[in-house]
């Protein structure tokens, strides 16, 4: 817990591979997208089979990796399952707008050189990249979303999937900086 703390706070995010956080998403290939804004970008279509498969990894999330940070953390609003991304991923930002200061996103496909995707994080003053990498099937990034990092995901190269679940927490700002 020690290494996700410490990266968090000073380099905007921690990635990990862990595919036991997957066991509810399991069917996500038989699941049926929406587009989302004519942007590229779809949305996972939601029934209670879904509601509940989000709500089951959100929790787990927060057992295994939330909890143990904070005791008193909150769960974010609203989490999401997207293919692609939209004109905003683009570009540099930071989710802090949306009122949570901790997302955690579960990649479900597999990314690198030849493909793109790759997300790049950096210092929001000095400009500073603090690291980046191209998401790997079963890859957890946990990313800072207080005032000091903003991140960026750079354009698909390729035509495939780039699946994502997003789950937003709120912990104590200390913890983030």
Known sequence: MQKLHDDLFNKGFHKLNDPELFKYLTEIDSWEWKNWK????????????????????????????IKPL??????????????GMDDATLS??????EGYNLCVLLYMDSMDE????????????SKEITGEFYPQ???VSFMNH?????????????????????????????LIG
């Open 146 to 174: 207080g005032v000091r990092f903003e991140h960026i995901v750079t354009p698909m190269k390729l035509p495939m999937d780039r699946r994502v679940a997003l789950f937003n927490y709120n912990i104590n700002k200390v």
């Open 38 to 65: 004519n942007q590229g970008l779809q949305l996972i279509k939601r029934n209670s089979i879904i509601e509940e498969s989000i709500n089951e990894t959100q929790k787990l999330i927060a057992d295994k990796y």
């Open 114 to 125: 030849d493909i793109g995707g790759m997300t790049r994080f950096r210092d929001i003053h």
């Open 92 to 97: 540099w930002h930071n989710d802090n707008i």
């Open 70 to 83: 904070d005791e008193s953390y909150r769960f974010g609003g609203e989490c999401e399952i997207v293919n």
């Open 137 to 139: 099937k079963y890859d």
